[in-house]
């Protein structure tokens, strides 16, 4: 038997019931594109609350008030208890030595009734007197006291989603007083309205059955809902990708009561898994009471990418590249590449292979592997004192593998382990012997964990939320330097420890966007704080850098390192045009790296940390290989243009 059912046979077995219709408003209640289906057994748009007879007859109505004339001598009022009749007699329009009207003995007896305290009718009469005056009665029956709240509801354990008590402390009636219809109509509206009551802004549907009732024994209002639940959740659109690369990102099941601003929050990481270039907005097709169809669209992007041409950046400078990559190998997600680079600033030649997997088991458990074999560009050849020409450019050649296991623990919250294991070797620069502790070689081993809190609306371009990340590095490198040349760091086996935090938040100036229009331009306010911190005794190329286009815009590129770092950027990101695809930046950083152990001659390195700073501007162009990013950014060592592709955080 259902809860409401069962309510109903309840108040049949109470003697001498009085039912009175509680009228709706059919917007609230009974109206909406999301109304639920009327189908074989619909829930009513006016719940009709059942109401104990209180064992004293109500007098009969009057059809009409007598029309009788004189001035009212006396309003008497009768059968309240604990209404007072001060309270009643002041929403009469007629007092003591008004002239009588029957039209307004109508409208008086209406008056007192639309107090909602009272159950049936209004009794009415009017009496001559002797004096030619006119005696008014007015006779009511209250509603009972209301010792007890209850709310039930369509759930497993009959309890509503949303706490009752947190309902009642919504609620302007309240126990321990008459209870009264008219506020109790305004209370369910304001709880329960489809499209402006607090339940809908918490993301649910909750619908008020027919059998309000308040039981004659224990005085307790009962209020049994009907919420909405998950029939099924349908994909559309989806032609390569399997279904279940979506829904295994749900906690959103069929079954469950339906949660709107979850849901949502649900299709923002299907969104970020950079599979389509649309997901949603969701639809709620009703198929009976309380049960919906939530039917998500998709539009996917080109998956597969062959491509050959020439990149830049402020780092590699101008490079030859060729890429085979299919980011939605097998229709499940997986991501598989290829990646070749030649030229640049090193004049050699980068080759990358990468893997990632996002779902290795039940639990979400991701795998994200790389082989790589990278010229990593670190000083340009003006850097140091020394022969001018291409190997005076300093380069560090790094061949190895990483691998990283992660694991969500909640929608937003990931944790995860990697290690990566590397083979550092420099090029043969030409420096002063003071210089050369830069060309330091060896092995490294390091063992990472790492915990990122995530809640963007959009990992690419967000325009809220925020992301907040930790990581530890234990590490182990067995150094040396080219040619035995003299450093500050004795050539053998040193271990190392980093620590890292990462914080970023993005206010939109304009309000959070449209749910489902995850490029809605806004304008936004982007910020960032970035800590580090190693050992003093860390090899070289294990330091913190500090410079270029991707940390501290204006100076060049690594033009401070060390063992700790500091940097705080910020960025005004203003949409040009309607789509997104186009944004003007003002922005600013300030930040330091310090406490190196390696100092030189002409390039100053700081012991303690000394703040340096930028101002500039920027355009982000969107592409298919990701945004396209110029800035010119102004320092204390002048003004520099930097290209790169990808935001900056």
């Known amino acids: 038997m259902t809860i409401w059912n069962k309510h ?56 009409t008030a007598p029309a009788l004339k004189g001035k009212i001598t006396e309003v008497v009022i009768k059968g309240n208890q604990t209404i007072s009749t001060d309270a009643i007699q002041a929403v009469l329009s007629q007092k003591v030595g008004d002239q009588y009207t029957q039209d307004g003995a109508e409208k008086d ?46 759930t497993p354990t009959g309890e509503p989603t949303i706490p009752a008590d947190k309902l009642k402390s919504l609620m302007e009636i309240k126990e321990g007083q008459v209870l009264n219809t008219t506020v109790l109509v305004r209370d369910l509206s304001h709880l329960f309205d489809r499209q402006t009551g607090y339940v809908r802004s918490q993301g649910y549907i909750f619908d008020v059955s027919s059998d309000i009732n308040i039981d004659p024994n224990s005085g307790t209002l009962t209020i049994p809902l009907i919420e909405a639940h998950i029939e099924a959740i349908q994909i559309k ?33 299907v969104y970020n898994l950079g599979l389509f270039d649309q997901v949603g907005p969701f639809e709620e097709i009703p198929t009976d009471v309380g049960k ?60 990358e292979l990468g893997f990632f997997e996002p779902y290795l088991d039940k639990h979400h458990t991701s795998l994200n592997a790389n082989i790589y074999d990278r010229a990593i560009y670190r000083f340009a050849s003006d850097t140091f004192n020394g022969t001018s020409g291409s190997n005076n450019t300093y380069i560090e050649k790094r061949r190895g593998a990483m691998l990283n296991l992660g694991r969500p623990l909640s929608d937003t919250f990931n944790v995860g382990i990697s290690g990566r294991t590397e083979q550092v070797r420099a090029n043969d620069v030409e420096l002063p012997p003071e210089d050369l502790f830069i060309r330091q070689v060896g092995n490294v081993s390091a063992l990472g964990l790492n915990a990122t809190s995530n809640t963007r609306d959009n990992d690419i371009s967000p325009a809220g939320g925020g992301l907040r990340a930790i990581s530890l590095e234990l590490g182990v490198a067995n150094t040396t330097t080219v040619n035995n040349a003299p450093g500050p760091l004795q050539p053998g086996r040193h271990a190392f420890t980093k620590l890292g935090v990462d914080l970023r938040q993005y206010i939109s100036l304009q309000g959070p966007r449209k749910p489902g229009d995850f490029r809605e331009p806004k304008r936004v306010i982007a910020v960032r704080l970035l800590l580090g911190a190693t050992n003093k005794n860390v090899p070289f190329f294990e330091q913190y850098f500090l410079g270029g286009a991707d940390s501290l815009r204006g100076y060049q590129t690594d033009r401070y390192w060390g063992s700790k770092l500091a940097l705080f950027q910020s960025e005004l990101r203003i ?13 600013a950083d300030i930040g330091d790296a310090w406490g190196s152990i390696y100092q030189d001659s002409s390039l100053k390195q700081h012991d303690t940390m000394s703040l340096s700073s930028n101002f500039g501007f920027g355009v982000r162009l969107v592409t298919p290989i990701g945004p396209i990013r110029v800035d010119y950014a102004v320092g204390r060592e002048g003004g520099k243009t930097q290209f790169s592709i990808g935001q900056s955080f």
């Open 109 to 154: 007896r209406e008056a007192v009734k639309n107090m909602g305290y009272f159950n049936g009718d209004i009794g009415l009469n009017a009496v001559q007197t002797p004096d030619n005056g006119v005696q008014v009665i007015y006779t009511v029956v209250e509603n009972p006291v209301i010792k007890k709240i209850s709310f039930t509801a369509n």
């Open 292 to 351: 919906v169809i939530i039917s998500i669209p998709v539009v996917e992007k080109r998956s597969g990418q062959v491509s050959v041409g020439v990149g830049y950046s402020d780092r590699a400078k101008l490079v030859g590249r060729a890429e085979l990559a299919e980011n939605n190998f097998r229709g499940l997600g997986e991501r598989v590449s290829l990646t070749w680079e030649v030229g640049g600033s090193s004049s050699q030649s980068d080759l």
């Open 575 to 587: 949409p040009i045009g309607k789509d997104n695809n186009l944004q003007g930046v003002l922005l």
């Open 237 to 269: 659109g989806n032609k390569k990708t399997k279904p279940v690369v979506i829904t295994r990102e749900m906690r959103s099941k069929a079954g469950d009561v339906l949660d709107e601003r979850r849901l949502q929050k649900e299709l923002t990481k």
């Open 8 to 63: 109903r046979a309840n108040a049949a077995k109470s003697a001498c019931m009085l039912a009175i219709t509680v009228s709706m408003l059919a917007d609230g209640f009974g109206a909406s594109h999301l109304a639920m289906a009327q189908a074989a057994d619909p829930a009513p748009a006016a719940p009709a609350i059942t109401l104990p007879d209180s064992g004293e007859a109500a007098a009969p109505p009057t059809p």
